[in-house]
């Protein structure tokens, strides 16, 4: 039941922040402070994202895995060259299942 409430909850408090954000006076959207603050946030939350799923481990524990931060390390290196998304990725999973196949 507890599951249930949290996942109500959680769609309606993303229903009224997007409804706020429509309903928001134009001159307060014209603030640069936070339009600044508008761009800042999606990339910190994202990258934040990818720390917690690359070093996640067993259960609520933060863990190294070398061959997968090996793959986020190629995907880092393969944006810095401006490769395509699919590049991107592709070079990421090939990266970690070479270094999973040796053993490591």
């Known amino acids: 039941m507890t599951l249930w409430i949290a996942l109500i909850g959680t769609a309606a408090g993303c229903y009224l922040l997007k409804y706020a954000g429509m309903a928001a006076p134009r001159r ?17 939350l994202l990258a934040a994202l990818i720390a917690v799923e690359a070093l996640r481990g067993e259960g609520q524990a933060l863990a190294w895995d070398t061959a997968r931060m ?22 990421a999973a090939a990266t970690t299942a070479a270094l999973r196949a040796l053993g490591l």
């Open 70 to 91: 090996a793959g986020v390390g190629a995907a880092v290196l393969a944006l810095v060259l401006r490769a395509p998304f699919l590049v991107v990725v592709i070079a």
């Open 28 to 44: 307060l959207l014209d603030n640069p402070w936070l339009r600044r603050f508008a761009i800042a946030v999606p990339v910190a």
